[in-house]
């Protein structure tokens, strides 16, 4: 049977719609980064995850030139998406660009977002300087404050952050309180914010493996979970080298 082109429109609709592709979500408002500085855009999606979910973007979907978007991790249980971006000193000027965000490893756009670039002006916060930190920091050690901009402190991995302390300091040099600590490893950025505008990301800072107590923790067990060098299989040479009688207590 010879099929006519309505026909063949209305089969692929039926195909199309069949398939489960839905066309990626608008999120509310627009986001407006200057050039050489930063911009958050905060909302609530109706997500709730047993485990850290990644959104992220790249330039394939939709990216003005010039412009990132940090990979940003929802918390389990909670379901504020906070997305970062930052545009270098020499991106053109746009308006209105949409932009897709993914979720996970899915090959489809759940939101899509407004991105401008707009015309840059003075912005009073400066970008501050972030201390060393371990895994028993639960205080962030931050300098280069500028008084009345908010501070943010995300952490995650190489693959995403999310933002895990906010404070509001009165001094150039401040602490911001962690929820928790921080697992050696941990990648850790920060940022002063005035409204939505914000400073670019200072670079990494790796959470180091470097216990300050004796014995390593505060119950003084002596035993280190971040053990890299000595493991099962290289220490499997070991064997005794001498013994000694004793008439009281040891303490190695």
Not at 15 to 43: E, I, K, R, S, Y
Not at 73 to 94: D, K, Q
């Amino acid at each position: 049977m010879r099929m006519g082109p309505f026909y063949l429109v209305f089969l692929f609709a039926i195909c199309f719609a069949t398939t489960g592709v839905a066309q990626p979500a608008p999120l509310p408002g627009n986001v407006n980064v200057m050039p050489g500085q930063g911009a958050n855009f905060g909302t609530i999606v109706p997500i709730l995850t047993g485990a850290p979910l990644r959104f992220w973007t790249d330039s394939s979907s939709g990216l003005p030139s010039g412009v990132t978007m940090t990979p940003t991790y929802i918390e389990p249980g909670v379901n504020r998406l906070t997305l970062h971006f930052e545009a270098s000193p020499t991106a053109p000027l746009v308006t209105n660009k949409l932009v897709d965000v993914y979720a996970g490893n899915s090959l489809n756009a759940i939101y899509r977002i407004s991105v401008s670039v707009v015309a840059a002006s003075p912005f009073p916060c400066s970008v501050p300087s972030l201390r060393p930190i371990d895994q028993s920091t639960q205080a962030v050690l931050l300098s280069n404050l500028t008084p009345g901009c908010s501070v943010e402190v995300w952490a995650g991995d190489g693959s995403g952050l999310a933002p895990v302390g906010v404070s509001l300091p009165g001094a150039s040099v401040s602490r911001v309180p962690l929820p928790r600590r921080l697992d050696p490893g941990t990648v850790v950025r920060v940022l002063q914010a005035s409204g939505t505008v914000t400073t670019t990301f200072t670079d990494p800072l790796i959470v180091e493996n470097n216990y300050v107590t004796n014995r390593y923790d505060n119950e003084r067990s002596g035993w280190n979970p971040n053990e890299t060098t000595l493991t099962v299989d290289t220490a499997r040479g070991l064997a005794k080298i001498c013994e000694r009688m004793v008439n009281g207590p040891i303490r190695a």
